[in-house]
């Protein structure tokens, strides 16, 4: 990473990538950092036949722009910001076996972690911990949350999950949310 200001610029990214739509939004996110200059691997958890629809989608998308897609085994030991893309909302039970020892590696590691939707292994409606669960740094709530009081303090208009994603990327390389939402 590198310091501009008082803010950092990620150069590296790793998305670890579950089977569903959240990891379908790893893939969507990694596109555009990818775009954006980024060094972006998606580090896939599970079964990549297993994936269908729209995240199947975003994957070939990724894939034919040249993206980097590698199995799960490990994190590198080093990258700039960890986007944990597993489980989204939609979860229901426990994690446990690879998926959990997955959250572990990420947990345990140094660089942060920008979680989309909300930290794998919660429960979406009332936050319990589904066995276990991502400790993330930042979560989208939070970005939309900041784009929402953008909107508000600058008058800067709301432009929809891409906008959201925008801001991501605009995070990640270290520049203020309102740049992208005006």
């Given at each position: ?6 803010r950092?610029r990620?150069?590296d ?6 089977n569903?739509n959240?990891?379908?939004?790893g893939?969507?996110?990694?596109q ?19 994936i269908?629809?729209?995240a199947?989608?975003h ?10 897609i590698q199995?799960?085994?490990?994190l590198?030991?080093k ?10 909302t ?8 690879y ?31 589904l066995?276990?669960a991502v ?14 009081k953008?909107?508000f ?9 891409t ?5 991501m990327?605009?995070?990640?390389n270290?520049?203020?949310a309102?740049d992208?939402?005006?």
């Amino acid at each position: 990473d590198q310091v501009d200001g008082d803010r950092i610029r990620y150069a590296d990214a790793v998305v670890v990538a579950g089977n569903g739509n959240n990891g379908g939004d790893g893939f969507v996110l990694a596109q555009l950092a990818h775009q954006a200059g980024l060094t972006v691997r998606v580090l896939q958890l599970g079964d990549c036949n297993k994936i269908s629809g729209a995240a199947r989608l975003h994957m070939q998308h990724f894939r034919q722009s040249d993206g980097d897609i590698q199995e799960f085994h490990e994190l590198p030991n080093k990258t700039d910001v960890i986007v944990d893309a597993i489980f989204g909302t939609g979860l229901a039970r426990d994690i446990s076996g690879y998926w959990a020892d997955a959250v572990q590696l990420i947990n345990a590691h140094r660089a942060p972690v920008l979680s989309l939707d909300i930290p794998s292994g919660l429960h979406a409606d009332n936050g319990q911990v589904l066995g276990d669960a991502v400790v993330a740094d930042l979560t989208t709530v939070d970005q939309v949350i900041h784009a929402i009081k953008e909107m508000f303090v600058r008058g800067a208009p709301l432009i929809g999950v891409t906008g959201a994603y925008g801001v991501m990327i605009a995070a990640l390389n270290g520049q203020a949310a309102a740049d992208h939402l005006g």
